[in-house]
């Protein structure tokens, strides 16, 4: 069937149509559940429709991805690094279209929709590279004849729900990992963006087919908290890996864990740029617009509150303030829009709600603070000054708000810092290595990512990325975050023909 608009023909290249199906289920496309729509959120206006999972389709899937799981398990490391590389290739083959599918759906702009996808694919090349080095150690025994050795062993089958802000990238950062690490991959991408969902797994579908491996190593759902609920309770699945709000990774962390699973949460984040006396105030300036105003304040790494030296306060607020207003807000694909609209017109009532709570706790709006009547969820690039020990900057607001606090000294710069709930990302801006040796020690910024003199947001792949306290602990992508998706096992051979015992105990 052919879609409404012209303007979405460029779909049938990554295999979507005006109708899809929304399973990918024992190397099959079905669904039996109900029928939704992908909508654009610079109009509102439906894409294209999807059949969502059924508890069935679930469970069919399910079944099917379990016995794969025992095929997959025994392929050689480097030979599922050989695969990932292939899913690799066929993502760049389909980079411009997969990022324009990203903006069209999600909302961001054309350069972040074509980042997003970037993203997987540097992914894989990371995974190609790890497939031939998940190594294990060595330990000195102190048992003669004896020797220990960690050895890492796949898990199974890894679950990964994703939120709608990122509907493939932090895909990429577990799938690319879990499948070099001998895992099959259940995926439950974001009711929101199902299209992506679908395109994302047609690609690795043809490549696990092209080398006659099953389907199932790979399942896709479309669908929403009641498939969300399936995964956390599913006890074929030893790792959940959740991305998205604190209250919902909260509820799936708690059924995880009751049947003794394990989670990986990425969860909500409230991160802030300190700007110290001495800072670069171009450089800083440049890069509170990129975190702050970037993805329409959607990323869970968004600037929200800037911390501002007394001295420099007037300064960089005067020169925000203008850059705000030339903020070019329209049509993500469209050359030259800095600000999309936000994903959902729930997402835009949230806004106004937020800036009512935002008035009523005595913030003052500097610039924007309203919506901008149109179709679509659009709304105006907001900067409000307002003080540190409001209820309402203890919370994640996900639109492009920005608040602004000033304070005298470093200490007291960090101490609201750690002050939130929140640990996800950070940043400062200074010239001085002491101050930026204290931001990154104890007594320094509490958050999983701690930066100097860069935004908030726009990570590289090959560290480790997540954060604190709510935001849920977890470590996704580079670094050895590989290790959570595998068993370790400690093991101590007697190679001799006493036995000695460990402590030196002596048992008779
Ligand atoms: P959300 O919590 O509403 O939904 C996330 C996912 O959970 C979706 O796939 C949803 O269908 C599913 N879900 C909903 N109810 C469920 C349930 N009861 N059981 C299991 N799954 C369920 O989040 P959202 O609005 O899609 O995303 C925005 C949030 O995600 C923000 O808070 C943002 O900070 C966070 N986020 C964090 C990171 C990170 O790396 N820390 C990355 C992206 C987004």
Same mark, same amino acid.
């Given at each position: 069937m052919g879609f409404a608009k012209k303007e979405y023909d460029f779909l049938k290249e990554i295999g979507l149509s005006s109708e899809n199906l929304g399973c990918f289920v024992d190397g099959t496309w079905k669904a039996h559940g109900p029928v939704v729509s992908s909508v654009n959120p610079v109009n509102n206006q439906t894409i294209a429709t999807v059949m969502e999972a059924s508890i069935d389709d679930y469970e069919e899937g399910m079944r099917a991805c379990s016995e794969a799981a025992k095929i997959w398990m025994t392929v050689t490391a480097p030979k599922r690094g050989e695969i990932v590389r292939q899913i690799g290739e066929a993502l760049r083959e389909k980079l411009c279209q997969l990022g324009r599918l990203v903006s069209l759906e999600m909302g961001k702009i054309l350069a972040e929709g074509i980042g997003e996808v970037q993203e997987i694919i540097d992914m894989c090349d990371f995974a190609v590279g790890l497939s031939r080095q998940i190594n294990g150690l060595i330990i000195p025994s102190e048992r003669p004849n004896h020797m220990m050795l960690e050895t890492w062993n796949p898990l199974g089958v890894v679950g990964v729900i994703t939120a709608f802000n990122f509907p493939c990238a932090v895909l990429g950062w577990n799938a690319c990992n879990a499948l070099v690490c001998g895992n099959c991959v259940v995926w439950k991408g974001a009711p929101t963006t199902p299209l992506i969902t679908i395109a994302i797994t047609k690609l690795v579908a043809a490549v696990l087919e092209k080398n006659k491996l099953p389907g199932a190593i790979f399942t896709a759902f479309c669908g929403g908290a009641e498939i969300g609920q399936a995964i956390a309770k599913d006890t074929r699945i030893p790792l959940v890996s959740f991305t998205g709000s604190t209250k919902v990774g909260l509820m799936v962390q708690k059924t995880v864990n009751e049947r003794f699973g394990k989670c990986l949460l990425e969860l909500s984040g409230n991160n802030a740029i300190i700007v110290m006396d001495d800072a670069d105030i171009k450089l800083a300036v440049r890069s509170i617009l990129f975190a702050a105003v970037g993805t329409a304040g959607q990323r869970?790494?968004? $600037?929200r509150r800037l911390i501002l030296h007394e001295s420099i306060y007037q300064t960089v607020l005067d020169q925000l303030v203008e850059l705000y207003k030339q903020v070019k807000v329209g @049509? *993500?694909?469209? &050359? /030259?829009?800095l600000l999309g609209p936000l994903h959902t017109p729930t997402s835009r009532q949230n806004f106004e709600k937020g800036i009512e709570k935002i008035k009523s706790q005595g913030g003052k709006i500097l610039t924007g603070g309203t919506v901008i009547e149109s179709e679509g969820n659009f709304v105006r690039p907001t900067i409000v000054e307002i003080s540190p020990k409001s209820n309402v900057v203890q919370e994640e607001l996900f639109a492009p708000v920005l608040y602004v606090m000033k304070f005298k000294t470093f200490e007291e710069a960090v101490e609201i810092n750690n002050s939130v709930p929140q640990g996800l990302s950070s940043s400062i801006f200074t010239q001085k290595p002491e101050l930026i040796f204290k931001w990154l020690g *104890?007594?320094? #910024? @509490? $958050?999983g990512i701690v930066n100097v003199n860069i935004p908030t947001n726009g990570a590289e792949i090959g560290g480790a990325f997540g954060g604190e306290k709510a935001t849920g602990g977890g470590r996704e992508a /580079? #670094? @050895? #975050?590989? &290790?959570?998706?595998m068993r370790r096992s400690t093991c101590t051979i007697n190679y001799g023909n006493e036995l000695p015992l460990a402590q030196g105990i002596n048992f008779g």
């Open positions: 869970c790494t968004t $600037c @049509d *993500p694909l469209e &050359k /030259g829009t *104890p007594l320094g #910024s @509490d $958050c /580079g #670094s @050895d #975050s590989w &290790k959570q998706y």
